[in-house]
């Protein structure tokens, strides 16, 4: 994940929708099911990651890491993204 973080894309960047896939997966992992409340609207950020976490509910954590992971390598492949 230090990859992603840090790393330099040569073939584009990142979307918004694929930087909160991954971290509704790596709060799934390491927290399991989102147990909070949901955010008001207008706090439109907080309001965007709780929702990316709120899709993986039910996934075990070891499902959210393989999927991570995947996710991971699927990124770097796609954005070309080089270690920093």
Not at 30 to 59: F, H, L, V
Request: charged share 30%.
């Amino acid at each position: 994940a230090n990859l992603i973080a840090k790393g330099t894309p040569t073939k584009g960047s990142a979307s918004t929708d694929d930087k909160l896939k991954l971290y509704g997966l790596y709060k799934q992992a390491k927290e399991g099911d989102n147990t909070t409340s949901q955010p008001c609207s207008i706090q439109w950020e907080t309001k965007a990651k709780w929702e990316a976490w709120e899709k993986c509910k039910g996934k075990s954590k070891d499902t959210a890491m393989t999927e991570y992971i995947a996710e991971v390598e699927a990124q770097t492949e796609k954005f070309g993204i080089t270690p920093p």
